[in-house]
């Protein structure tokens, strides 16, 4: 069975902090996803990565930077937060595109920045 | 219209009742489509792929209706532990990049009452 784990599954951070979400998965996946869930908006994607060292944009990037140092781990930084990045993130993962994979999801943190 | 587009609800249903949900897509040239289920404060977990014309899987129907551009959801004999979330799921059209870029609906909410 996919394990996702995130490390947090709540952090209280100040605003102008610099905080890392660190995400590892156990099944050799090479893409990982990085969303965040707010009410009536759904899940939005921030940034996905399909190798080590790759990273590319997803639908709402700024504010945020992304690390994959190595396959099984994706990080997910905030560079100086900010109280309108208060919301759920959830990691993911998945076997490479055209194996109609769906995503596996880590447990998620909620983040609020005060 | 919207790339993926779900009745936010709720549905609220007595057990036992049979509810069915609709979720549209925009681009005609996706294949695969997913329903995940979410629980309150809990990250998606999938419920049910469906790769053609439809899938069954106990009290769970999925069916896919490509010329009007819709999936729909039918659970049967609903159970007081079917209350949750559940979201439609549509990937990116085929041979589109290297990692699979979900687009995600808001979600569906059902309450099963006694």
């Known amino acids: 069975d996919v394990k996702v784990t995130q490390s947090s599954r709540y952090l209280v951070k100040r605003t102008g902090e610099k905080v890392f979400l660190e995400c590892v998965q156990d099944?050799?996946?090479?893409?990982m996803f990085w969303y965040r869930q707010d009410p009536g908006l759904g899940l939005r994607l921030i940034y996905f990565?399909?190798?080590?060292?790759?990273?590319e944009k997803g639908d709402i990037p700024e504010g945020y930077s992304v690390s994959r140092e190595k396959k099984e781990r994706f990080s997910l930084i905030l560079e100086s937060a900010s109280t309108n990045q208060t919301s759920m993130y959830l990691c993911?993962?998945?076997?490479?595109?055209?194996?109609?994979?769906?995503?596996?999801f880590g447990n998620g943190t909620r983040l609020t920045v005060t | 219209r919207k790339e993926v587009e779900q009745d936010p609800g709720p549905f609220n249903v007595p057990e036992g009742a049979t509810v069915a949900f609709n979720c549209t897509y925009s681009?005609?040239?996706?294949?695969?489509f997913f329903w995940y289920r979410q629980d309150c404060r809990k990250e998606p977990k999938l419920l049910m792929s469906?790769?053609?014309s439809g899938n069954e899987d106990g009290r769970f129907t999925a069916q896919l209706n490509r010329a009007s551009q819709y999936i729909s959801l039918l659970i049967r004999d609903s159970k007081l532990s079917d209350s949750a979330t559940y979201l439609c799921?549509?990937?990116?059209?085929?041979?589109?990049?290297?990692?699979?870029?979900?687009?995600f609906g808001t979600g569906t909410r059902l309450q099963v009452t006694l």
């Open positions: 469906v790769y053609s």
């Open positions: 681009n005609s040239a996706s294949q695969s």
């Open positions: 099944m050799d996946h090479e893409n």
């Open positions: 993911a993962s998945s076997p490479p595109q055209g194996t109609h994979s769906p995503l596996h």
């Open positions: 799921v549509v990937p990116p059209s085929p041979n589109t990049g290297t990692a699979s870029k979900l687009t």
């Open positions: 990565s399909y190798d080590v060292k790759m990273k």
